[in-house]
Structures are given as C-alpha cells and as structure tokens.
T-cell receptor
Framework: SQKIEQNSEALNIQEGKTATLTCNYT??????LQWYRQDPGRGPVFLLL?????KEKRKERLKVTFDTTLKQSLFHITASQPADSATYLC??????????????FGQGTTLQVKP | GAVVSQHPSWVICKSGTSVKIECRSL??????MFWYRQFPKQSLMLMAT?????????EQGVEKDKFLINHASLTLSTLTVTSAHPEDSSFYIC??????????????FGSGTQLSVL
C-alpha cells in the first residue's frame, strides 16, 4: 500500500527566509499530489495541486515541485512570514488515478516562522 | 471558494452515549463526502466515503455499526458515533467534493469536531 513520509520534526526558520518541506511516497506514482495547510484544531485548507506531468507549480509565494522518478514533492514558501506557521500536509489520491476523490495524507510537517 | 460547515466543533459526552456530527456543504452540492479521524500529531485517516442516496463505503478496520453515516441530501452528511467509548475520543473531520469538479480533485474540509468521551 502507499506510504507517505513527511519530516515529522518541526521546521523552524527566520522570517523572510524560504521554507522547504519534503513529501516522499513509496509505492505507485499518483495522477496528482496535493498540499494542504492545517492550523491547530481546524480542518485542512487546500493550497496547491500538481499533476504527474507537471514539474513545478507556483501560487503567489508558494512553489511545489513533483519528481516522479524520485517519488518526491517539495513545497517551498518564499519570503516566509509568522502567519505561515502551521502544519503542512501532503496528500495523494487513492487509487492513483484520483477519480474517486479519496485521499491519503502524510502526517504533516509543522512550520514555525520566527519574527 | 466552497464552504463546508461542520457542527458541533467540540463535544464532551459520557461513555455509552451516541454523538451525531453534521457536515454541510453551504454553497455547492456534494455527491460525495468523506469522513476522517485524526489523533494528536498524526495524519488524517480516512474512515468512510459517504455517497448521497446510497450506503457509505467504509475503510478496512472501521466498524460500520459503530460509525453510522447518513448522506440524505446533496448538502448534508452525518456521522453518528454510537455507544462512544474513551478510545473514540479524536478529532473528526469531514470533507466534500464539489460535484462541478467532476474529477473530485479538490476537497473542501469542515473545521472539524473534537470529541472527548469521558
């Protein structure tokens, strides 16, 4: 079965720096990969979706890469702000075609941006 | 964007009682809703897929008689935790897919319900 690995250790960075979070998966390559933000005690909020034929996607200060050879996605936040502090979740569809809407999630990486 | 409303946001109940959690899509119709459970510092675990007008599909290891799901309309799905026990204490989150999004790619999540069973 598919396993998703995100760095469980919190990432602490200084305001203004670029945060880079990693998502690795172990089995099949999915049709797409998604990133969500989750604040404490709240549901996840969709950020970005990148498809298997896309190498990079950007949205404002966010950038996601998808390397199907390495089975890895990187999530970057440039010019980070304290308001970016949250847990970021990587999610893959299951089955890999993504036509059911079912997602499996990584455990998330908590980002702390210090002023 | 689409809004999913989940109620209540937190509930405390005695062991043995049943708790109902509601999930509503406010500005779109959701043919499919998903129920997740999340323990502290752990990933969201999919419990079941709720389809409007039909029986829910449960993931392996999830007791369907314990977690009753009803999706009676295109805007409402409910999860009832029956005869709750302390081990059922968790953060329950629903999500919905906008039926306009034919490929079900993007999910909209409710704000979650923290259940504490004493």
């Amino acid at each position: 079965s598919q396993k998703i690995e995100q760095n469980s250790e919190a990432l602490n960075i200084q305001e203004g720096k670029t945060a880079t979070l990693t998502c690795n998966y172990t089995n099949y390559s999915p049709a797409y990969l998604q990133w969500y933000r989750q604040d404490p005690g709240r549901g996840p909020v969709f950020l970005l979706l990148i498809r298997e034929n896309e190498k990079e996607k950007r949205k404002e200060r966010l950038k996601v890469t998808f390397d199907t050879t390495l089975k890895q996605s990187l999530f970057h936040i440039t010019a980070s702000q304290p308001a970016d502090s949250a847990t970021y979740l990587c999610a893959l569809p299951t089955p890999p075609s993504g036509n059911t809407g079912k997602l499996i999630f990584g455990q998330g990486t908590t980002l702390q941006v210090k002023p | 964007g689409a809004v999913v409303s989940q109620h209540p946001s937190w509930v405390i109940c005695k062991s043995g009682t049943s708790v109902k959690i509601e999930c509503r899509s406010l500005d779109f119709q959701a043919t499919t809703m998903f129920w997740y459970r999340q323990f502290p510092k752990q990933s969201l675990m999919l419990m079941a897929t709720s389809n409007e007008g039909s029986k829910a599909t449960y993931e392996q290891g999830v007791e369907k008689d314990k977690f009753l799901i009803n999706h009676a309309s295109l805007t409402l799905s409910t999860l009832t935790v029956t005869s709750a026990h302390p081990e059922d204490s968790s953060f329950y989150i629903c999500s919905a897919s906008d039926r306009v999004f034919a490929t079900n790619e993007k999910l909209f999540f409710g704000s979650g319900t923290q259940l504490s069973v004493l």
